[in-house]
């Protein structure tokens, strides 16, 4: 099972926060007061729960990791047509670079196989995309990388 990413456990200790504030427990006796608390925590925990696991493989919540590689670029960003995409392996790796929407959903499979450890530019034609923006995804092994990339208009 994959591990579930920092930011879904923050966004999630939001959303219990903003359950309890939203609906505060009605003045009753300590007896009532205690049983309501108790089925009221049941459900925030259940909600909270529905979100980590609906999100958990979501790769817009995809937090960076340490370790595999450094200094993940793209430029130009904005570009119109190609762009460059710049990174460091600190060992051999597998990677993978894909092109998400803002939904998380692949729109391009720009490179695929095995790298070295050291420098590396993959070069990615970006015509084929409407203008918008754009999540590059970044997989070196087990590590995930994503950023923010924007095609313009020519």
Not at 1 to 20: F, G, P, Q, W
Not at 46 to 68: R, Y
Request: proline share 4%; hydrophobic share 45%.
């Amino acid at each position: 099972m994959k591990k579930v990413r920092s930011t879904i456990i923050i966004l999630a200790l939001i959303l219990t926060v903003n359950l309890i504030q939203a609906a505060p427990l009605p003045m009753t006796s300590d007896d009532n007061r205690q049983e309501l608390f108790v089925d009221y925590m049941s459900e925030i925990e259940a909600v909270t729960l529905d979100f980590i696991l609906s999100n958990m493989n979501n790769p817009l919540f995809d937090m960076e990791e340490e370790g595999l590689f450094d200094d993940l670029t793209v430029y130009p960003n904005p570009s119109s047509n190609r762009a460059f995409i710049d990174f460091k392996l600190d060992e051999h790796a597998v990677v993978k670079v894909r092109v998400l929407n803002m939904l998380g959903q692949n729109v391009l499979n720009v490179f695929e196989g095995d790298k070295y450890a050291g420098s590396h530019q993959i070069v990615m034609d970006v015509d084929r995309l409407q203008p918008g923006t754009y999540l590059i995804r970044l997989t070196a092994n087990e590590t995930v990388r994503t950023i923010r990339f924007v095609k313009n208009t020519r």
